[in-house]
């Protein structure tokens, strides 16, 4: 992806990925200077691994995180869930919302939760709105549940 960014590699090139029965397209949109800042850090944060995998442990929480962040701004530069290994569907719970709006003059919600989202849950809101009016507001999220 970071190739893509560069322009070593056309955006519109699907990648094959192995086991993934579809090529993944990345969403050119998707690729914001942050989200790719983020990528290149968490690249360059790994690339210890590769050397000494005996740093790997499942109770480093700060590992955890960073590939969670990871992850989710990989669905979301290629705009689809990424499953890992022999993960399923039913191992990730969570809700995806995707809405789209020509123009906006009411309250445009992605989703509403009851009391927050566990370590396991996942929520995903892609919203669209080419005008938003004054009277117009889109939320993309609001928790007062659980997500996972």
């Known amino acids: 992806m970071l190739d893509r960014r560069a322009g070593r590699v ?3 090139e699907p990648e094959q990925v192995p086991g993934q029965t579809q090529p993944l397209l990345v969403r050119a949109p998707a ?12 690249h360059g944060a790994l690339r210890v691994y590769l050397s000494r995998p005996e740093f790997l442990r499942s109770d480093d929480i700060e590992l955890r995180e960073l590939l969670g962040r990871l992850r989710r701004d990989l669905e979301e530069a290629y705009g689809r869930r990424l499953p890992f290994g022999d993960e399923t569907e039913a191992d990730r719970p969570g809700v995806e919302v995707s809405q789209r709006a020509d123009s906006l003059h009411g309250k445009q919600v992605g989703m509403r939760v009851g009391s927050g ?5 996942r929520a995903r809101v892609n919203q669209e709105a080419g005008t938003i009016e004054e009277t117009g507001e889109q939320v993309g999220i609001e928790v007062e549940g659980t997500i996972g």
């Open 10 to 12: 056309p955006v519109a």
């Open 31 to 42: 690729l914001t200077d942050e989200r790719v800042a983020r990528i290149t850090g968490a």
């Open 117 to 121: 989202i566990t370590e396991r849950g």
